[in-house]
């Protein structure tokens, strides 16, 4: 072969003139405009028109101040091909690739006269139509769309696929006709979850299950409320009615200490930009979650808008003022809520328009719908009741409670931003008729989803709170400041909620104050907000209005349940309705002593007068935490085996802050030590749950006894796309804590790890200092010295113990020394992120905090294979006790480990002759106390009452939820055989637990049948 120099010099030539084009091309492209918001004339020249005309109007408008004005006689087009479709990368995808989206367009069109048209809209390439829709024409007013690619016809892309058009079209076969257009986004990736359908764009997730959103209005649902007939009613019905409306309207009545001040509502209103040219209502865009889309200041000027949550409560101000208003004020009043009705008409938030998305929109609608509420009867008078109701009844999907029962499921958002507002809307309807009918079906719905168990979320057998797949109870918070709301009203009337859905919703509103001490819940279920005051101290009413509503049954005037735990949290406050309780119904205070299990939350909770112990871990079914994309990013540890001590002073009485909080910390936790930086989570959202099934609880009497199987090595997100996650360092350990009396034992074994850079660990506690000269009692010395570091160790048979600021003692069994430190601390807020710079605007700019505390942990080395400690925690001493804490302690005989290696834990407690057994391994020879073996890990408690009879407490902790796909559980428990074998021949009742015995030889077999992980208590005689 012949070399030629000029041939390859030739090739070089072309590929970089192919190289110099391609470049030319992308820089041309990525000149084109993604959004198209129609400001200068001169874009007309960018666009083709068939039997129509274009210009640029100032008659509507969202963003800037025109829009396209496309007038049509005949069979008519335009088009462009100056566009351009944004990347995954440029769109504004507030959780990356976390969840999935598509290419999406995004279009706002005006209609001044409704027609019974179409237009249809679509995209080519080289002159061929590849994908179109068409949308009717039957609507006034601005409509906002979000229409994916995939769901359009022709040659859809597959979800998720990049497209890539040449020209954009809107055509029509319309005789004539006016509309305009503003603010297209040609194609930007969207959120799968969020493209909404409706009236106009109906096909959208026509194939998806039409409940799957329970934040999607439906068509379906709007349809009954229009075909609904109602019936005639009683003038005992009506006088019902009348009842709930005014309880309604006396709920909503502010304070007589505040007054009318004209000039300041005048002042608020005028920010928001309205003018009334005579014909229509001018004003910014009125949006709803606006960084979802894509915004160019060049092409759209300043993003000037209106949120609908700031539309709302202005509406919502004037409305609370209308009444107590002089004339000329009243006048001003009703001039500008006029005002403001006609633009949240004319922006479209109608019937049958969901503005491209309205997802999680009942956060954000309470104070309008409030507003509109608070002022039907103006309204009325000037013909805007229907038009504003409907648009209501359609936003918050009224029609649901007219659907069929078995598509009826519990939902906590709707408890939360809904159900209050279902109730304040039937009272929208102007014939009563069609409000008793709509409150009868509402009545039936709530009284069926209060009764839930066994849903995906709602309120669960053990009364704990699901949200997101997990207890949540900063989720339920809302469902329980509301739904009492609910129950009080309709309380001894036909409309009452139904016994068993008052029972369900009362078990899970009381658990509150069982997990809470004495109103806090604690960091261990604190979700993505920890140490953020996490409690139920404003559901000072809410209790009051259950107690108020009778028992669930409807046969007795108070609740004397709910009664006495109001008079235990807020009694003291209330002397009005103390009498009432105590003096005319004989109630008394509650005593609120003993030990409380929560399977559903892997958490278990010891209670003694003035303080509690919150114990906390997880498992395959129940999550860790939520660690969310700018919230609690470094919530790695609250569940890993956590013992958190709360006095009747709260989290912050208790030495718990965020100021200054190393998130390694959290007390009980064994963990990996590890710097913030690689602390936070490396996903934008995690929910982590490990493969392991046992985390769990039981109770017999006032004590009880907790474990878990710590395994961060394999797991899943409980929230998310992804199925198989864990973290790095592969940490491991088999913890238990078992509560007898005053005490706790801690025992952990079997800990390892794979990092070899970084401390394996278990905390003993964290404490915030108020002062930083107050006394830590140790083994070794009483210190007040600050800063100051130690190790503190055993010294022959004496074993190594110290206190915490808050007059907790930890006496050490197992020989660890004891790493101790009080310093001041740095560190950063929850909501900021170190690795990406991001900072919720809920954390109000902080990012570094700092604050003094004292610390002490057991130190397990770098790497464990089989670490393992023991330690006994007397919480809240007084102090004659603290000074004398090593001498007490020391001389402590009421309890004996038995056993603490990889098959059990097991303790006895001499005085009340129990023995708890934590089973880690099937069929394990336990060789103490009448128990031999079970044939799955268990947790047993053993009570020997007499030389003849044993009590029982037995659970199996896997909750053995149904995977219906990898990664996704139906959330309910479903029974678990479990069979225990006892030295002795015992007898015991067949029950609902107990489904055999056998004690034909020397031993005796039980068999149980154990669900929701619940305690199964049983006695047994011996023969």
Same mark, same amino acid.
């Given at each position: 072969?012949?070399?030629?120099?000029?041939?390859?010099?030739?090739?070089?030539?072309?590929?970089?003139?192919?190289?110099?084009?391609?470049?030319?091309?992308?820089?041309?492209?990525?000149?084109?405009?993604?959004?198209?918001?129609?400001?200068?004339?001169?874009?007309?020249?960018?666009?083709?028109?068939?039997?129509?005309?274009?210009?640029?109007?100032?008659?509507?408008?969202?963003?800037?101040?025109?829009?396209?004005?496309?007038?049509?006689?005949?069979?008519?087009?335009?088009?462009?091909?100056?566009?351009?479709?944004?990347?995954?990368?440029?769109?504004?995808?507030?959780?990356?690739?976390?969840?999935?989206?598509?290419?999406?367009?995004?279009?706002?069109?005006?209609?001044?006269?409704?027609?019974?048209?179409?237009?249809?809209?679509?995209?080519?390439?080289?002159?061929?139509?590849?994908?179109?829709?068409?949308?009717?024409?039957?609507?006034?007013?601005?409509?906002?769309?979000?229409?994916?690619?995939?769901?359009?016809?022709?040659?859809?892309?597959?979800?998720?696929?990049?497209?890539?058009?040449?020209?954009?079209?809107?055509?029509?076969?319309?005789?004539?006709?006016?509309?305009?257009?503003?603010?297209?986004?040609?194609?930007?990736?969207?959120?799968?979850?969020?493209?909404?359908?409706?009236?106009?764009?109906?096909?959208?997730?026509?194939?998806?299950?039409?409940?799957?959103?329970?934040?999607?209005?439906?068509?379906?649902?709007?349809?009954?409320?229009?075909?609904?007939?109602?019936?005639?009613?009683?003038?005992?019905?009506?006088?019902?009615?009348?009842?709930?409306?005014?309880?309604?309207?006396?709920?909503?009545?502010?304070?007589?200490?505040?007054?009318?001040?004209?000039?300041?509502?005048?002042?608020?209103?005028?920010?928001?930009?309205?003018?009334?040219?005579?014909?229509?209502?001018?004003?910014?865009?009125?949006?709803?979650?606006?960084?979802? +889309?894509?915004?160019?200041?060049?092409?759209?000027?300043?993003?000037?808008?209106?949120?609908?949550?700031?539309?709302?409560?202005?509406?919502?101000?004037?409305?609370?003022?209308?009444?107590?208003?002089?004339?000329?004020?009243?006048?001003?009043?009703?001039?500008?809520?006029?005002?403001?009705?006609?633009?949240?008409?004319?922006?479209?938030?109608?019937?049958?328009?969901?503005?491209?998305?309205?997802?999680?929109?009942?956060?954000?609608?309470?104070?309008?719908?409030?507003?509109?509420?608070?002022?039907?009867?103006?309204?009325?008078?000037?013909?805007?009741?229907?038009?504003?109701?409907?648009?209501?009844?359609? =936003?918050?999907?009224?029609?649901?409670?007219?659907?069929?029962?078995?598509?009826?499921?519990?939902?906590?958002?709707?408890?939360?931003?809904?159900?209050?507002?279902?109730?304040?809307?039937?009272?929208?309807?102007?014939?009563? +008729?069609?409000?008793?009918?709509?409150?009868?079906?509402?009545?039936?719905?709530?009284?069926?989803?209060?009764?839930?168990?066994? +849903?995906?979320?709602?309120?669960?057998?053990?009364?704990?709170?699901?949200?997101?797949?997990?207890?949540?109870?900063?989720?339920?918070?809302?469902?329980?400041?509301?739904?009492?709301?609910?129950?009080?009203?309709?309380?001894?009337?036909?409309?009452?909620?139904?016994?068993?859905?008052?029972?369900?919703?009362?078990?899970?509103?009381?658990?509150?104050?069982?997990?809470?001490?004495?109103?806090?819940?604690?960091?261990?279920?604190?979700?993505?907000?920890?140490?953020?005051?996490?409690?139920?101290?404003?559901?000072?009413?809410?209790?009051?209005?259950?107690?108020?509503?009778?028992?669930?049954?409807?046969?007795?005037?108070?609740?004397?349940?709910?009664?006495?735990?109001?008079?235990?949290?807020?009694?003291?406050?209330?002397?009005?309705?103390?009498?009432?309780?105590?003096?005319?119904?004989?109630?008394?205070?509650?005593?609120?002593?003993?030990?409380?299990?929560?399977?559903?939350?892997?958490?278990?909770?010891?209670?003694?007068?003035?303080?509690?112990?919150?114990?906390?871990?997880?498992?395959?079914?129940?999550?860790?935490?939520?660690?969310?994309?700018?919230?609690?990013?470094?919530?790695?540890?609250?569940?890993?085996?956590?013992?958190?001590?709360?006095?009747?002073?709260?989290?912050?009485?208790?030495?718990?802050?965020?100021?200054?909080?190393?998130?390694?910390?959290?007390?009980?936790?064994?963990?990996?030590?590890?710097?913030?930086?690689?602390?936070?989570?490396?996903?934008?959202?995690?929910?982590?749950?490990?493969?392991?099934?046992?985390?769990?609880?039981?109770?017999?009497?006032?004590?009880?006894?907790?474990?878990?199987?710590?395994?961060?090595?394999?797991?899943?997100?409980?929230?998310?796309?992804?199925?198989?996650?864990?973290?790095?360092?592969?940490?491991?350990?088999?913890?238990?804590?078992?509560?007898?009396?005053?005490?706790?034992?801690?025992?952990?074994?079997?800990?390892?790890?794979?990092?070899?850079?970084?401390?394996?660990?278990?905390?003993?506690?964290?404490?915030?200092?108020?002062?930083?000269?107050?006394?830590?009692?140790?083994?070794?010395?009483?210190?007040?010295?600050?800063?100051?570091?130690?190790?503190?160790?055993?010294?022959?048979?004496?074993?190594?113990?110290?206190?915490?600021?808050?007059?907790?003692?930890?006496?050490?069994?197992?020989?660890?020394?004891?790493?101790?430190?009080?310093?001041?601390?740095?560190?950063?807020?929850?909501?900021?992120?170190?690795?990406?710079?991001?900072?919720?605007?809920?954390?109000?700019?902080?990012?570094?905090?700092?604050?003094?505390?004292?610390?002490?942990?057991?130190?397990?080395?770098?790497?464990?294979?089989?670490?393992?400690?023991?330690?006994?925690?007397?919480?809240?001493?007084?102090?004659?006790?603290?000074?004398?804490?090593?001498?007490?302690?020391?001389?402590?005989?009421?309890?004996?480990?038995?056993?603490?290696?990889?098959?059990?834990?097991?303790?006895?407690?001499?005085?009340?002759?129990?023995?708890?057994?934590?089973?880690?391994?099937?069929?394990?020879?336990?060789?103490?106390?009448?128990?031999?073996?079970?044939?799955?890990?268990?947790?047993?408690?053993?009570?020997?009452?007499?030389?003849?009879?044993?009590?029982?407490?037995?659970?199996?902790?896997?909750?053995?939820?149904?995977?219906?796909?990898?990664?996704?559980?139906?959330?309910?428990?479903?029974?678990?055989?479990?069979?225990?074998?006892?030295?002795?021949?015992?007898?015991?009742?067949?029950?609902?637990?107990?489904?055999?015995?056998?004690?034909?030889?020397?031993?005796?077999?039980?068999? =149980?049948?154990?669900?929701?992980?619940?305690?199964? +208590?049983?006695?047994?005689?011996?023969?």
């Amino acid at each position: 072969m012949t070399f030629n120099p000029f041939k390859i010099q030739n090739h070089i030539l072309l590929s970089i003139l192919l190289l110099m084009i391609s470049s030319l091309v992308e820089a041309q492209n990525s000149e084109l405009p993604a959004v198209e918001s129609f400001e200068e004339a001169s874009i007309l020249t960018k666009f083709n028109k068939t039997n129509s005309s274009l210009t640029i109007s100032d008659s509507h408008y969202r963003y800037g101040r025109n829009s396209l004005k496309w007038e049509w006689q005949g069979e008519a087009s335009f088009g462009t091909p100056n566009f351009r479709e944004l990347s995954h990368a440029e769109s504004p995808l507030r959780y990356g690739s976390h969840f999935p989206a598509s290419p999406t367009l995004h279009m706002s069109i005006y209609n001044e006269m409704a027609q019974n048209e179409t237009i249809t809209i679509s995209y080519e390439t080289q002159g061929e139509t590849q994908v179109y829709f068409s949308i009717p024409l039957n609507f006034t007013g601005w409509r906002r769309i979000w229409v994916p690619f995939y769901e359009m016809n022709g040659n859809p892309p597959k979800k998720g696929s990049a497209v890539d058009y040449d020209y954009f079209k809107v055509s029509t076969t319309a005789a004539k006709g006016t509309l305009f257009f503003d603010d297209i986004i040609f194609s930007q990736y969207q959120d799968d979850r969020h493209q909404y359908p409706d009236l106009i764009v109906p096909f959208i997730k026509a194939n998806d299950n039409p409940g799957k959103d329970h934040w999607l209005p439906l068509i379906s649902n709007f349809k009954q409320i229009q075909n609904l007939k109602p019936r005639p009613v009683s003038m005992a019905i009506r006088m019902d009615l009348k009842k709930f409306e005014k309880m309604i309207d006396a709920d909503m009545v502010i304070d007589k200490k505040y007054k009318v001040y004209i000039n300041a509502l005048t002042e608020m209103f005028d920010k928001l930009q309205l003018k009334d040219n005579g014909t229509t209502v001018l004003g910014p865009p009125l949006n709803f979650n606006d960084g979802q +889309e894509y915004f160019n200041k060049k092409k759209q000027g300043p993003r000037i808008f209106n949120d609908i949550k700031d539309l709302g409560k202005v509406m919502k101000k004037l409305a609370n003022f209308h009444d107590r208003a002089n004339d000329s004020e009243r006048q001003e009043i009703e001039r500008m809520f006029l005002l403001g009705t006609k633009y949240y008409l004319d922006q479209g938030w109608q019937a049958g328009s969901n503005g491209g998305t309205r997802h999680h929109i009942g956060y954000n609608v309470r104070e309008i719908t409030e507003g509109f509420f608070k002022m039907r009867r103006f309204l009325f008078e000037h013909d805007l009741l229907k038009q504003v109701a409907s648009s209501l009844h359609w =936003l918050y999907n009224l029609g649901m409670v007219l659907g069929k029962e078995e598509n009826f499921h519990v939902n906590i958002d709707y408890l939360n931003t809904q159900a209050y507002y279902h109730l304040m809307l039937i009272f929208m309807f102007e014939e009563q +008729e069609m409000q008793a009918e709509m409150l009868r079906a509402y009545s039936n719905y709530l009284s069926i989803t209060l009764a839930q168990q066994e +849903e995906e979320w709602g309120f669960k057998i053990d009364g704990t709170a699901w949200h997101h797949n997990g207890h949540y109870p900063a989720y339920g918070y809302g469902a329980f400041q509301n739904v009492p709301k609910i129950i009080y009203t309709l309380s001894k009337t036909r409309f009452r909620v139904g016994t068993e859905g008052h029972r369900n919703f009362k078990n899970a509103f009381l658990a509150t104050r069982t997990y809470s001490q004495k109103y806090d819940w604690g960091f261990g279920n604190a979700g993505r907000h920890p140490l953020e005051a996490n409690n139920i101290k404003k559901f000072r009413q809410q209790y009051l209005h259950m107690a108020l509503a009778g028992n669930p049954e409807g046969t007795a005037e108070i609740d004397k349940e709910v009664a006495a735990a109001y008079l235990r949290l807020w009694g003291d406050e209330d002397m009005l309705n103390t009498s009432l309780f105590t003096s005319l119904h004989g109630i008394k205070k509650e005593n609120l002593i003993g030990y409380y299990t929560f399977p559903y939350a892997a958490t278990a909770v010891q209670r003694q007068n003035n303080w509690a112990a919150i114990i906390k871990g997880y498992s395959k079914y129940v999550w860790a935490s939520e660690i969310y994309i700018d919230e609690n990013r470094y919530g790695r540890y609250p569940a890993n085996g956590t013992v958190q001590l709360l006095s009747e002073k709260g989290e912050k009485g208790s030495g718990f802050r965020q100021e200054g909080w190393d998130w390694n910390r959290y007390p009980g936790a064994t963990i990996i030590y590890l710097p913030l930086k690689e602390l936070e989570a490396k996903m934008p959202l995690i929910m982590f749950r490990s493969n392991e099934t046992f985390a769990g609880a039981t109770k017999l009497g006032d004590n009880g006894i907790f474990g878990m199987v710590l395994n961060e090595g394999k797991g899943s997100n409980a929230d998310g796309p992804e199925t198989k996650v864990g973290y790095p360092g592969k940490l491991y350990a088999k913890k238990s804590v078992f509560s007898f009396g005053k005490k706790l034992i801690c025992i952990g074994t079997n800990i390892s790890s794979i990092d070899d850079k970084n401390p394996t660990q278990t905390n003993i506690f964290q404490s915030f200092l108020e002062d930083k000269k107050v006394p830590i009692y140790t083994s070794s010395e009483k210190i007040t010295k600050f800063p100051y570091t130690a190790t503190i160790a055993s010294e022959g048979a004496s074993k190594n113990w110290i206190t915490d600021p808050y007059g907790n003692g930890y006496y050490m069994l197992s020989g660890n020394p004891i790493q101790f430190k009080k310093e001041k601390q740095q560190s950063y807020h929850n909501k900021y992120s170190i690795n990406t710079g991001k900072n919720n605007k809920k954390a109000k700019g902080v990012k570094e905090t700092e604050g003094d505390y004292a610390s002490a942990w057991i130190n397990h080395g770098m790497g464990p294979k089989d670490a393992s400690y023991q330690y006994v925690i007397y919480p809240f001493l007084s102090e004659p006790e603290l000074k004398n804490f090593g001498k007490t302690a020391s001389k402590d005989n009421s309890y004996e480990i038995l056993r603490a290696d990889e098959k059990a834990h097991i303790v006895l407690d001499k005085d009340t002759k129990t023995t708890g057994y934590v089973i880690f391994e099937v069929d394990t020879k336990l060789e103490h106390g009448a128990l031999r073996t079970t044939s799955k890990p268990a947790l047993v408690m053993a009570r020997e009452d007499s030389a003849n009879r044993l009590t029982l407490s037995v659970v199996e902790p896997d909750l053995n939820f149904k995977q219906i796909r990898q990664n996704k559980f139906e959330n309910y428990s479903r029974p678990v055989t479990l069979t225990l074998t006892l030295s002795g021949k015992w007898d015991t009742a067949i029950s609902g637990t107990v489904k055999a015995v056998d004690h034909t030889g020397s031993v005796t077999t039980i068999t =149980l049948e154990c669900v929701h992980g619940l305690p199964n +208590e049983f006695s047994l005689l011996k023969l």
